[in-house]
């Protein structure tokens, strides 16, 4: 089943669902990634710490450039093939709403709407998102900001698997601050 809906059909009026956006904490942000905060220089890898999964292709940082966008979204999108790591460039905080990488090879694969949660991000940290994450954003106040952005070089082409949330499920998410 693709999650895709032809781009000529009409959306149908989808039921708007406030996100309550919570201070992002490295345990509350398990279940989708992990926080990657500042450490002194020298402390060992752990498991604490990203594990990236950056062996399916060429791995691509670069920063990201993004146009101020109303805070609201009735899309989606997770990467199957890579894990993904964001920080905002110049400190700004930032919005980035998640739900759990189940099903985590299934193309064809849905979020549950139940299950996204929205985040705040201060931006003296970093995030990694699981492999298979679903995610919408980053979302931000600013007219323009950049990010860093960590992924494989092809993963906008053919790793880039979205649900419509609206077509799917009638429902259009708004960030409630």
């Not at 498991?47 to 899309?75: C, I, S, W």
């Not at 992924?151 to 499920?169: K, P, V």
Request: hydrophobic residues 40%.
């Amino acid at each position: 089943m693709s999650l895709v809906a032809p781009e000529a059909s009409a959306a149908p009026v989808a039921r708007v669902v406030d996100l309550i956006v919570e201070p992002i904490s490295a345990e509350a942000f398990l279940p989708f990634g992990t926080l990657i905060e500042a450490t002194e220089d020298g402390k060992l890898f752990g498991p604490d710490e990203a594990q990236l999964q950056l062996t399916q292709g060429t791995p691509r940082f670069y920063v990201m450039r993004l146009h101020g966008r109303p805070k609201t979204f009735n899309r989606i999108t997770r990467h199957l093939q890579v894990t993904q790591c964001l920080a905002s460039v110049g400190g700004k905080p930032w919005l980035l709403a998640v739900a759990p990488p189940d099903q985590p090879d299934a193309a064809d694969g849905e979020p549950d709407p139940a299950a996204i949660r929205a985040f705040r991000i201060p931006g003296n940290v970093a995030i990694a998102l699981y492999r298979s994450t679903w995610h919408a954003g980053p979302y931000f106040d600013e007219p323009v900001q950049d990010f860093f952005n960590l992924e494989l070089a092809d993963t906008n082409q053919i790793d880039h698997h979205n649900c419509l949330l609206d077509r799917r499920f009638g429902l259009t998410f708004r960030f409630a601050e």
